[in-house]
């Protein structure tokens, strides 16, 4: 597939990104690569196309210059990416309930940058999709699933204080990968995630990441209260 649109992606690249484009991003062939699945997160619930865009809620110092979708191997590795997932949880708005959805776009090409363009590839794994022909402008995805933050611990340690967070996870598309490694098929899960931060999460299931499997009324309780739902 590359190989078929090589001159318009090395054009685009250039156009955007500089002389130096090509030495800045990696380019990933779907068709030759172990990666298969790359996935979104969105607090809209009713995506089903993806079009070319700049996040308003980037990691500090990232580029503005090339329109794209942002996307990365797994769940956790998107969380990291995600520029607004503390402020989300810390405060509530009116324009968000609690809840976030899973993506998975159509791809066959994607782009992952070097970290003087995205600070933080290193821990998000980053992907772009980018829009270097007219026949992408309108990338169709699928919802794989849904999650929210169910609780935020503060564990004290000596005179110090981790962040412990729990995740309910809802998943409507067997396979989904929660962290690199580990997939899970259609069901809901309690995650908990032990020492967390971003971006710099060291996660290691069994040792900071624990994945549980609950059943449909433990998330659906906790989806009421999170949505603040309970009696309603």
């Known amino acids: 597939m590359y190989e078929q649109d090589k001159e318009k992606i090395e054009d685009y690249l250039l156009t955007h990104l500089g002389p130096q484009a090509l030495s800045k991003v990696e380019i990933v062939d779907k068709a030759v690569s172990n990666l298969k699945s790359l996935y979104h997160i969105s607090t809209d619930s009713k995506l089903r196309f993806f079009y070319p865009r700049v996040s308003q809620k980037l990691y500090p110092n990232e580029t503005t210059q090339i329109p794209r979708t942002s996307t990365s191997p797994s769940l956790l590795q998107c969380l990291l990416g995600y520029g607004g997932f503390y402020q989300d949880t810390t405060w509530r708005s009116e324009k968000f309930n609690g809840i976030y959805f899973i993506y998975e776009p159509d791809w066959d090409i994607a782009f992952k940058p070097a970290k003087s363009l995205v600070g933080d590839v290193e821990y998000s794994d980053e ?16 919802r794989s699933g849904e999650f929210f933050v169910r609780s935020i611990d503060s564990v004290l340690k000596g005179d110090k204080s981790e962040d412990e967070y729990v995740v309910f996870l809802k998943v409507d598309k067997d396979g989904l990968e929660i962290i690199p490694g580990k997939a899970v098929p259609r069901g809901f899960y309690r995650i908990t995630l032990q020492q967390f931060k971003t971006p710099n999460y060291d996660y290691r299931l069994d040792e900071n990441v624990f994945i549980e499997l609950i059943d449909h009324k433990q998330y659906q309780w906790g989806y009421a209260i999170r949505t603040n739902k309970v009696g309603k």
């Open 127 to 142: 992907h772009w999709l980018l829009y270097y022909k007219k026949e992408l402008y309108k990338r169709p995805c699928v």
